[in-house]
T-cell receptor, first 112, second 115 residues
Framework: KAGVTQTPRYLIKTRGQQVTLSCSPI?????VSWYQQTPGQGLQFLFE???????NKGNFPGRFSGRQFSNSRSEMNVSTLELGDSALYLC???????????FGNGTRLTVT | AQKITQTQPGMFVQEKEAVTLDCTYD???????LFWYKQPSSGEMIFLIY??????QNATEGRYSLNFQKARKSANLVISASQLGDSAMYFC????????????FGGGTRLMVKP
C-alpha cells in the first residue's frame, strides 16, 4: 500500500508570492491534516479535512488555506508569502479519530 | 488546552542498550490518544506506537514500548536494544478523541546512538 505522498519535496519562493502544496493520502484514508514545522515553533497544527470539509483549524492567519477533493487528496495554499513561512510542511492521513496518523515526507518551503 | 512536555532535548545511548525517552502531558479530556513519532534527518515522520487513554495494557511494537502511567500523566517511550539507525528526533504527541485528528506535539528529543 502506498504511503502519504507530498509534492513537491522542495520549493523556493519569494516574498509576496503564493504557493500550493499537494498531499495524496493513503488509499482509504478520508482524514487529511496539515502541520508546519519550524525550528522556533516546532510542530504546529494547521488544519484538518474530512470528507471534503474542514473539521479543525489551528491558530494561523487567513493566508493559510486548504481544501480536500472527493478522492481525499488535499491541497494547502499560502498566499502573500512571508519569510517566516519558511518551514517543513507535513501532511498526515488517517482513517478515523481513533487510528494513527501517517505522515508524508513533507514539503520544504523556503521563502527568500 | 493540551500540552506535551519532553524534558530531554538530547540524549546519548550506547548501541544495544535500552533507552527511555520522557513525555508528560496535560489535558482535561478523559478520552485521548498518545503517539510517538521518529523523524530522521530526511524529515519524514515515522509512526512508532500508539496508546489510548482507556487501554489498560502498555502498547508494544517490536523494540518499542510505551510506559503509560495515567495518574502521573506520563507516556515514556522505551527503545530496547538500540541500533545506529535509531539516531533521530523523537516526538511525543497527543490527540483528544473529540477533536478530530489534531495532534499536539512536544518539542522533541534528539537521540544519538553511539557505536
Amino acid at each position: 500500500k502506498a504511503g502519504v505522498t507530498q509534492t513537491p519535496r522542495y520549493l523556493i519562493k519569494t516574498r509576496g508570492q503564493q504557493v500550493t502544496l499537494s498531499c495524496s493520502p493513503i488509499s482509504g484514508h478520508r482524514s487529511v491534516s496539515w502541520y508546519q514545522q519550524t525550528p522556533g515553533q516546532g510542530l504546529q497544527f494547521l488544519f484538518e479535512y474530512f470528507s471534503e470539509t474542514q473539521r479543525n483549524k489551528g491558530n494561523f492567519p487567513g493566508r493559510f488555506s486548504g481544501r480536500q477533493f472527493s478522492n481525499s487528496r488535499s491541497e494547502m495554499n499560502v498566499s502573500t508569502l512571508e519569510l517566516g513561512d519558511s518551514a517543513l510542511y507535513l501532511c498526515a492521513s488517517s482513517t478515523s479519530t481513533v487510528s494513527p496518523l501517517h505522515f508524508g515526507n513533507g514539503t520544504r518551503l523556503t521563502v527568500t | 488546552a493540551q500540552k506535551i512536555t519532553q524534558t530531554q532535548p538530547g540524549m546519548f545511548v550506547q548501541e544495544k542498550e535500552a533507552v527511555t525517552l520522557d513525555c508528560t502531558y496535560d489535558t482535561s479530556d478523559q478520552s485521548y490518544g498518545l503517539f510517538w513519532y521518529k523523524q530522521p534527518s530526511s524529515g519524514e515522520m515515522i509512526f512508532l506506537i500508539y496508546q489510548g487513554s482507556y487501554d489498560e495494557q502498555n502498547a508494544t511494537e517490536g523494540r518499542y514500548s510505551l510506559n503509560f502511567q495515567k495518574a502521573r500523566k506520563s507516556a515514556n517511550l522505551v527503545i530496547s536494544a538500540s541500533q545506529l539507525g535509531d539516531s533521530a528526533m523523537y516526538f511525543c504527541a497527543m490527540r483528544s478523541n473529540n477533536a478530530g485528528n489534531m495532534l499536539t506535539f512536544g518539542g522533541g528529543t534528539r537521540l544519538m546512538v553511539k557505536p
